[in-house]
């Protein structure tokens, strides 16, 4: 759900780009039929998506990487210490984010994530505190896999707000 809403959101903004999701489990899975079904009823077709595994490969092509949850952060700085400055739950993504500031016009996506994550510690991501982790609705009903699908888009929508703004007429795309 978050990379076809991710992704929608981009694209809203002008800034379309590869968004991919990976996991702790792999698998080759298609979603759920409520989650192809909550995200159809939202205009997003994710019938063709499958699970799989994150891998170091992935950690290190991507510019940003965004868990739901401390774990999926925690496994990432395992599997590839050198990606932790990339590497947030998405709500720690807004709201250090939205300390910082949207990431202004022209300015590279590293450094809006250098100023984003100055002060932070790799201890941040120890414990079982769930506070910057989205619920997953996996195996419940219906109405769980709505709320998710209410939720991922109210953050996505932020996130692409701080990262990708839409710059003003006459202004360079960042």
Not at 36 to 55: K, L, Q, W
Request: with cysteine; net charge positive.
């Amino acid at each position: 759900m978050a990379q076809g809403l991710l992704t929608a959101r981009r694209a809203e903004r002008g800034a379309p780009g590869p968004v991919s999701s990976a996991g702790l489990l792999g698998g080759g899975q298609p979603p759920p039929l409520d989650v192809v079904a909550v995200m159809a009823a939202r205009g997003i077709d994710v019938s063709g998506h499958r699970s799989r595994a994150v891998t170091v490969a992935d950690l290190a092509a991507a510019d940003l990487i965004v868990g739901l949850a401390r774990e999926h952060v925690r496994h990432a700085a395992v599997l590839l210490p050198g990606c932790w400055p990339r590497a947030f739950t998405l709500r720690e993504l807004l709201r250090r984010g939205g300390q910082v500031g949207p990431r202004p016009p022209g300015e590279p996506l590293g450094g809006w994530l250098a100023a984003v994550a100055a002060g932070r510690g790799r201890r941040d991501l120890l414990g079982s505190g769930s506070g910057d982790d989205v619920p997953d609705p996996y195996g419940g009903p219906l109405a769980g896999y709505q709320a998710s699908a209410r939720l991922l888009d109210e953050l996505t929508r932020g996130l692409a707000a701080l990262c990708w703004p839409v710059p003003e007429a006459g202004q360079p795309r960042g």
